[in-house]
Nanobody
């Protein structure tokens, strides 16, 4: 079993940056790939970014590429999502998720076995 706790969300203005964190516990953190998803009001949850077990491989949704950066610190059992140049369209609840594989998880919900409770990011114009 894996427990995931996100933090770092908040209310910001367009153009601002945030760093979201996801602290993991309950299993060897370095054993699995991690991902970030988001869900905007009235929309389905969508993939944002993924990272392999050692950080050697990353993958991003086209809508966030060049603005968001996923990283991990296995010594701290934490995965991060640096979000820059935020726009109101980035407003959503951001979730981190853990897969059951070492590699880069495919960008779909079903690739992940464990989910956090989410952290709200609200971007005002």
């Amino acid at each position: 079993q894996v427990q995931l706790v996100e933090s770092g969300g908040g209310l910001v203005q367009a153009g601002d940056s945030l760093r979201l964190s996801c602290a993991a516990s309950g299993r060897t953190f370095s054993s699995y790939g991690m991902g970030w998803f988001r869900q905007a009001p009235g929309k389905e949850r969508e993939f944002v970014a993924a990272i392999s077990w050692n950080g050697g491989h990353t993958y991003y949704a086209e809508s966030v590429k060049c603005r968001f950066t996923i990283s991990r610190d296995n010594a701290k059992n934490t995965v991060y999502l640096q979000v820059n140049s935020l726009t109101p369209e980035d407003t959503a609840v951001y979730y981190c998720a853990a897969s059951n594989t070492y590699g880069l998880p495919p960008p779909v919900d079903g690739s992940y076995a464990y989910w956090g409770q989410g952290t709200q990011v609200t971007v005002s114009s």
